[in-house]
């Protein structure tokens, strides 16, 4: 017992390793284990303990057999294997030529770092060798196993140990978070996720991030950078698919992204320009009160000296006109019922439709609404949903074959030479389609005849668009509810629709 050499042609592998069905034979066993390893990572292990020899700080592991000068080893089969091929490479029969050839070569081009013949292990029974394989090989086992580096320790230890490696977005976007937000951002996306995304030289052009001007990671751009993962956790969640798998190509990654930074950076200035108004404000506000008080006071000193003092009606006239900007910046609120309710929890939707970024943005958006909080946004939102469902619907039935039987006519491929409104799309052409090719819809082709007919002057196009052009209207939360119901019953028929066309194709 104990550590000493050993020869490495008195080592068997260990048949009934847990990594592969039992093996028959030496040979057998040898296969088995290359075959659940890969052979191409155990060729990579063969070349580097060929180049860097083995790490001693988990020694290979062997129990002596009874009654025989011969060992098997328990904690170190993959090693002990590559050195096998590498000593014989002409006993792996299994293995393809090309293979053989690239060990043959590699032992004909350089020496081995140390001798192979013979290697360092430890001796032990059975009982230790079992205890030493569950301790490696069964995870952090509550603090008593190995713990593996994450994405990001591992990059750390490359920083640390070569400086002239250069950090990644991902570990920088990481400690930014941090600092700005005092949070662990893996908490939020795993740190592969974050360089999939933001590795992207469309996306870090958009976000105004440089990779080598660590200034350029501005607290402002920080807030950018967290609005778009909780967007992408969104979309992923809807779709019910992992972020890796989701944003697997650099177009899609720009496709989908992008648009969101940009909506981002727009409600970002939209605030500022508000808080800049509100300070503006405040700070005339603050000037008025001080002159009323300093009027008051000279007043009242000019009365204990009996001599009358006449009101600056310009004052006056002025605090007025301050007072009607502050009222027309914050509209009186009806009252509420139930403040910050989603919309979605009135009516949900989710579409199963995911081939427009625009819907899936929008999706996205109507299902966080607090609509009797941002009613302006939610009337904005509506309109836009049914304008981009309708296009998209006609994109599809339009530009199929002539000989199709479901194919559009009488109506622009092209979205952007059609010169119908959306009223007519709905009306003339999409109610009348679904009719004829989606009976099971017929109830929402009813619909969009009763709600959006030429002839309504009350249809719900036009009461969207008098919610977004009027200068004065602003919808109540009964009034958004009801265009709501009309809105997502039409645009669901129509999501179903798209859906199993395209899954059908």
């Known amino acids: 017992m104990g550590v000493k050499y050993v020869e490495i ?42 180049t860097n020899g083995l790490v001693n700080a988990s020694l290979v592991t062997i129990v002596k057999l009874n009654n025989a000068d011969r060992y098997t080893v328990y904690e170190g089969n993959r090693r002990v294997a590559c050195i096998k091929l590498i000593l014989h490479p002409e006993k792996f029969s ?40 569950r301790r490696i090989h069964s995870g952090e086992d509550k603090g008593r196993g190995l713990k593996s580096w994450n994405t990001k320790e591992q990059e750390i230890f490359k920083l640390r140990t070569n400086p002239k490696n250069s950090t990644s977005i991902a570990k920088i976007i990481s400690d930014k978070y941090e600092e700005f937000f005092k949070e662990d951002i893996q908490e939020e996306m795993a740190y592969t996720n974050i360089q999939r995304l933001f590795n992207n030289l469309e996306v870090r052009e958009s976000l105004g991030i440089e990779k080598d001007n660590i200034d350029s990671f501005s607290c402002e751009r920080l807030y950018l950078i967290k609005g778009v993962i909780e967007k992408v956790n969104q979309i992923a969640k809807i779709e019910n698919l992992s972020i890796s798998r989701k944003f697997n190509k650099r177009k899609i990654i720009e496709q989908i992204v992008i648009p969101i930074i940009e909506e981002l950076k727009s409600k970002q200035l939209e605030s500022k320009a508000i808080n800049s108004i509100h300070i503006e404000q405040k700070n005339k506000s603050n000037k008025l009160s001080n002159s009323k008080e300093q009027q008051t006071q000279n007043k009242e000193a000019t009365s204990n000296n009996g001599i009358s003092v006449r009101e600056d009606t ?15 910046l914050k509209p009186k609120l009806p009252p509420k019922i139930g403040s910050g309710k989603l919309l979605s929890s009135t009516m949900p939707f989710t579409n199963l439709y995911h081939s427009n970024v625009r819907i899936n943005t929008l999706v996205i958006e109507i299902n966080q609404i607090r609509y009797k909080d941002f009613r302006l946004a939610t009337q904005f939102l509506l309109r836009s949903l049914m304008e981009v469902y309708g296009h998209e619907y006609i994109d599809y039935f339009a530009n199929l074959d002539y000989q199709d039987v479901q194919k559009m006519k009488a109506i622009a491929k092209d979205r952007i030479k059609r010169n119908q409104t959306v009223n007519e799309i709905y009306s003339e052409f999409i109610s009348n389609h679904i009719t004829k090719h989606f009976p099971k819809y017929a109830e929402q082709a009813e619909l969009i005849n009763i709600s959006l007919s030429k002839n309504n002057n009350s249809s719900l196009m036009n009461i969207l668009n008098f919610m977004v052009h009027s200068q004065n209207h602003i919808p109540d939360s009964i009034e958004l509810i009801e265009a709501w119901y009309k809105v997502k019953s039409i645009v669901e028929a129509i999501d179903n629709i798209l859906h199993e066309v395209k899954h059908n194709y």
């Open 94 to 133: 299994f293995l393809p030529k090309n293979q053989i050839d690239r060990i043959k070569k590699m032992k004909s081009d350089t020496p081995s770092k140390i001798n192979l013949s013979q290697i360092e292990c430890l001796i032990t029974d059975e009982e230790d060798a079992f205890f030493i394989m």
């Open 9 to 50: 042609e008195k080592i068997d592998n260990y048949i009934e390793n847990p990594r592969h069905e039992v093996g028959l034979n030496e040979l057998d066993t040898l296969k088995k284990l290359f075959d659940v390893s890969g052979y191409q990572n155990m060729i990579n292990l063969a070349q580097d303990i060929y």
């Open 314 to 328: 310009g004052l006056k006239t002025e605090y007025k006109s301050i007072e009607s900007i502050s009222s027309t």
